[in-house]
């Protein structure tokens, strides 16, 4: 079964984007190896705020050249965006389809509420967050409140001394289901 | 050295909304390294919320150190051993150029930013839990602007929480 991973750059104080949503307070560690994501995911999921700057950027020779790309969105027609798959239904038939379907694991790009819209249908199975010890003030939450409560179990944790980042993998335990 | 910190979500609160935290793992791990860090400070400063947290699960006043409660409309100390003060920002840069040992920080919210805001904490350490807790009180406010620190600990612990600490860079 394939597994969806949100797997994001957080500062200290919970943001995934700076007040402009930014990314540049994100620091690039010499020893965070980016090709290596193009092998453990071949698909990203992401919401409308996110797909909007993002375009142009799975260009070839960049990690994301041949990830599927998932727009969760209930205003964007799928005819108007012929590269990308719009999810306008965000369901957990929909997703359990997607996780059954062969394949590498699912990247869950962002932002912080498609996190917690799949955390809230319980169809989150990996957390992976990189500490960035900066405090931003502000921005685009990790997780924007009110969100569902759930337990994690932490599987593995590296810590990346040249940019000081802290990279930290859970699992989510199941949801029960409703 | 004033230090700020504590137990926290990966969602970076500190207590649920009620100021519950049946949700936090303590250990022997926590108890070793919370008795460290107790010995490196003289001085204890919190807001009043916190206080009264503390004095509802039976605190009025932590033992061995010096207690300062900062607080705008408390009049009278409802501990002897507590020394009231008005404005927290003018207490720590005082304390901070008389002689003795660390300042923690204690509780979430409007002293600690306004010390973070005034670039008077130091240290910042954080014991991450393996919990989303979605909602709560959180332990970082908003900001005017970024903060940059240098990561100088972190420790995982045997019970899946994660403990970073963070000194200022200049």
């Not at chain 1, 962002?110 to 957390?127: E, P, Y």
């Not at chain 1, 997780?143 to 989510?172: D, F, H, I, Q």
């Not at chain 2, 100390?77 to 920080?105: M, N, Q």
């Not at chain 2, 903060?147 to 994660?162: A, F, N, P, Q």
Request: net charge neutral; aromatic share 8%; hydrophobic share 40%.
């Amino acid at each position: 079964m394939r597994r969806i991973c949100y797997s994001v750059a957080m500062s200290l104080d919970g943001y995934i984007a700076g007040p402009q949503g930014e990314y540049d307070w994100i620091p690039m560690d010499p020893d965070v190896d980016f090709a290596q994501l193009g092998s453990r995911f071949d698909t990203l999921l992401m919401g409308r705020g996110t797909y909007q700057p993002f375009a142009g950027q799975n260009a070839a020779g960049s990690p994301f050249a041949d990830m599927a790309i998932l727009v969760v969105s209930t205003t964007l027609r799928q005819a108007d965006h012929p590269g990308v798959t719009i999810i306008n239904d965000l369901n957990t038939a929909v997703l359990d389809q997607l996780r059954a379907k062969p394949g590498k694991d699912i990247w869950l790009f962002g932002g912080g509420a498609l996190f917690r819209s799949l955390l809230d249908l319980g169809r989150v199975d990996v957390v992976e967050v990189a500490v960035v010890p900066v405090l931003l003030g502000g921005g685009v939450p990790f997780l924007p409140a009110p969100a569902r409560r759930t337990t994690l179990s932490l599987t593995s944790n590296r810590l990346y001394s040249k940019s000081g980042m802290m990279m930290l993998e859970y699992t989510a335990r199941p949801a029960v289901e409703r | 050295m004033v230090t700020y910190g504590a137990a926290c979500s990966l969602d970076l609160f500190i207590a649920r909304e009620d100021h519950a935290v049946d949700w936090l793992i303590w250990s022997d791990e926590v108890a070793a390294l919370t008795a460290g860090f107790w010995k490196t400070i003289d001085t204890v400063v919190m807001g009043r919320k916190t206080y009264e947290v503390a004095v509802r699960s039976g605190t009025t006043a932590y033992p061995d150190v010096v207690n300062y409660l900062c607080s705008r409309t408390m009049t009278t100390a409802p501990d002897p051993r507590v020394t009231l003060a008005e404005d927290g920002v003018e207490l720590v840069r005082r304390l901070k150029e008389e002689p003795g040992t660390g300042i923690c920080v204690m509780g979430g919210g409007e002293l600690a930013q306004s010390l973070l805001e005034a670039g008077l904490i130091d240290r910042v350490g954080m014991n991450l839990h393996p919990i989303l807790l979605g909602s709560g009180i959180p332990l970082f406010r908003r900001l005017s602007g970024g903060l940059r620190w240098d990561l100088i600990e972190s420790r995982t612990l045997k019970t899946g929480c994660v403990y970073l600490l963070y000194h200022r860079r200049p």
